[in-house]
């Protein structure tokens, strides 16, 4: 019994050092087992039950000797210079990831000068590019938790072994949704097979573009998406100046040996970033096929559903138009002009997002040092305190970019801009849809914002289930108004879609963060 009760002294002075956070049961007792101690090991060396009473004997005679975070050395802190670098970056990251959709844009008004396509070609060109964004979002959630568990880890070569699989699924399925969705919109008639045709083509295209942009978001590289799209569209517009006056189909091979470009662009950064130092060296093991999927799946999901959220009003309205609508092709432009452009607040504010994500971690570990044992919840209320800053500093931005993008586009200027760019549109409609497009997306970013403390704890399926319950939300707004009234009214239903995914995502981080030492340890 002696020498039980001196190795149990010894066994709680070591967990003392080992665990540098709140201590619990479950966390001790899983430290035990990848110790070795099992069950027989309780029983017989320290005279335990099993590995679960051992482990609440050496929480209560953790607790019972005073804290122990309190007198974890606290890290370093960042160099202020530094500081002050990082937070130019994430701010800056929103604006910067405008430029990629300017240059796509661009490209859409270059192709429709050059090509003289009509009103409804250039809208099958822009679906295409919209929709391949909303899709490959699936996948690029799919490889996040794991990729980033590994570049944590700065073990870039099973980083890249893992994406290398994730990226050959993703193309295999771009590949089917592109088959599926031209053959879809021609048979029912939303596009001519030539129209479809271009729509397949910036669905692919543009698909491999954001996947590879996901992958180099990872390592916090987006700029690279920047200088790859600039140096394709370098590179087309020198070969067709070239071309133009030798070679009949000199928009072609322009096209395709600027996009070469990108594509060969960000795929050398991403070796460079995630490639073995040496090629003779073997390929790092991954785990199972079976068990890489079930760890997906959730992030997939969220993807998934995330995309429907988004596109079902699109959807909704499409349909609509169809079936009611004369002129299709203004009343469909004049909708997606509206829902695009309300997009630019939720975009430019990103940065602060991504920014408060970054600082969560931070401050989590600056809560971990200030806690002390016998009032464990006092981690869970400092998260809280910061979640509420957070998002308080969140919304202030959204308010302010929206309400200045709604300024800039119900002037005057903003309306003859809009008939002169894209003729086929009814301006007043589209100013109308889109001030009603920043409040959905207004919503839509609170929901995500929620989502981004909701994921990070590896809680996905709570983020699941708020989206799901925002995709009926603006099922059962969307029906009636939009086909019983005015296809206009889509809009309408995704803010009604996206007040209830914000509520509802807002109950679920609320609900992790109160029991934030037991998550917080789960997802490190």
């Known amino acids: 019994m002696i020498a039980n009760a001196e190795r149990l002294t010894a066994l709680v002075e070591e967990f003392r050092v080992r665990v540098p956070s709140l201590v619990d049961p479950v966390e001790i007792a899983a430290s035990l087992e990848s110790s070795g101690i099992n069950d027989s090991v309780a029983r017989d060396r320290f005279n335990a039950r099993d590995t679960f009473d051992l482990a609440a004997v050496l929480t209560s005679r953790i607790r019972s000797t005073g804290p122990l975070v309190a007198r974890v050395a606290p890290a370093d802190a960042p160099d202020d210079s530094t500081e002050r670098r990082q937070a130019a970056v994430d701010y800056l990251r929103g604006p910067l990831a405008l430029i990629p959709i300017v240059l796509l844009l661009v490209i859409v008004a270059a192709y429709g000068e050059v090509g003289r396509w009509s009103t409804a070609t250039t809208l099958a060109f822009s679906v295409g590019m919209t929709s391949s964004m909303l899709v490959t ?79 180099l978001a990872l390592v916090r590289a987006p700029a690279l998406l920047v200088l790859a799209l600039g140096a394709g569209i370098v590179v087309a517009v020198a070969v067709d100046r070239v071309a133009a006056t030798i070679y009949r189909d000199h928009v072609l091979l322009a096209s395709s040996l600027g996009y070469a470009t990108a594509i060969g662009t960000m ?46 009003p699109h959807v909704i309205a499409w349909l609509a138009v169809m079936k009611t609508e004369a002129d299709r092709v203004t009343a469909a432009t004049s909708f997606e002009i509206a829902l695009t452009a309300s997009l630019l607040p939720i975009v430019v504010t990103g940065g602060l997002a991504e920014r408060s994500a970054r600082l969560f971690w931070h401050s989590a570990r600056a809560a971990l040092r200030q806690t002390s044992m016998d009032r464990p919840q006092q981690f869970g209320e400092a998260l809280r305190r910061f979640y509420a800053t957070q998002m308080v500093r969140y919304l202030i931005a959204m308010i302010a970019a929206s309400l200045v993008a709604y300024a800039a586009f119900s002037t005057p200027f903003a309306s003859e801009t809009i008939r002169a760019l894209v003729p086929a549109t009814n ?19 609170c929901g995500l914002f929620n989502c981004i403390f909701i994921v990070g704890l590896g809680r996905p399926q709570h983020a699941n289930n708020a989206l799901t319950q925002g995709i009926f939300g603006t099922l059962i707004v969307g029906s009636p108004l939009v086909f019983g009234f005015h296809f206009g009214y889509s809009v309408v239903a ?31």
Not at 160 to 171: K, P, Q
Not at 188 to 193: A, H, I, K, N, R
Not at 427 to 441: E, H, I, K, P, R
Request: aromatic share 12%.
């Open 267 to 312: 795929l050398v950064a991403a070796r460079r970033r995630y490639g073995r130092a040496d090629s003779g060296e073997p390929a790092p093991s991954l785990p199972s096929l079976a068990y890489l999927l079930d760890e997906a799946t959730p992030y997939f999901t969220y993807g998934a559903r995330y995309m429907a959220l988004v596109l079902l």
């Open 494 to 524: 995704f803010a009604g879609g996206a007040l209830v995914f914000a509520l509802s995502s807002f109950s679920a981080a609320h609900h992790l963060l109160a029991s934030a030492d037991y998550h917080y340890y789960a997802s490190s």
């Open 427 to 445: 301006a007043s409609l589209v100013q109308v849809l889109f001030a009603a497009g920043l409040v959905g997306y207004l919503l839509l970013g």
């Open 137 to 215: 979002n699936c996948f690029v959630q799919a490889l996040s938790r794991r990729g980033a568990i590994y570049v944590s880890r700065e073990d870039y070569a099973s980083a890249g072994a893992f994406i290398s699989l994730v990226l050959r699924v993703a193309l295999c399925a771009v590949v089917v949704v592109t088959v599926v969705g031209v053959l879809a919109t021609v048979a029912l008639g939303v596009f001519t097979p030539t129209d479809g045709l271009i729509f397949g083509a910036a669905f692919a295209a543009l698909s491999v573009v954001w996947l590879l942009a996901g992958v």
